[in-house]
Nanobody, 128 residues
Framework: QVQLVESGGGLVQAGGPLRLSCAASGRTFSSYAMGWFRQAPGKEREFVAAISWTGGSTDYADSVKVRFTISRDNAKNTVYLQMNSLKPEDTAVYYC?????????????????????WGQGTQVTVSS
């Protein structure tokens, strides 16, 4: 029903920037809250950032706050994750997810259970 495709991952040196994109298709993109999660080798899936369906509320994990920015362009059916000052600890597969718009505040979308659809993931590798 909803397909999500991440792009923009790759190899970047520590301290550098990288922007991830997640293109959605199928249902009305503006009807979904969107989130980014990541999973490093040997670690559990970790919440990164979320944005409400209106775009008026955002939330970030403490580890990426200030350095990362989530945004969305409903006209383009796309959500972005701008990553700056990257660290080797940011190395992981990054996943885009879409959830129901039941809540205005993005803090509710830290919960993986809020999401109905997931992308295939894109690898981000940060070298020291």
């Amino acid at each position: 029903q909803v397909q999500l495709v991440e792009s923009g991952g790759g190899l970047v040196q520590a301290g550098g920037p990288l922007r991830l994109s997640c293109a959605a298709s199928g249902r009305t993109f503006s009807s979904y809250a969107m989130g980014w999660f990541r999973q490093a080798p040997g670690k559990e899936r970790e919440f990164v950032a979320a944005i409400s369906w209106t775009g008026g509320s955002t939330d970030y994990a403490d580890s990426v706050k200030v350095r990362f920015t989530i945004s969305r362009d409903n006209a383009k059916n796309t959500v972005y994750l701008q990553m700056n000052s990257l660290k080797p600890e940011d190395t992981a597969v990054y996943y885009c997810a879409a959830g129901g718009p039941e809540y205005y505040s993005a803090i509710y979308y830290r919960d993986v259970g809020r999401y109905d659809y997931w992308g295939q993931g894109t690898q981000v590798t940060v070298s020291s």
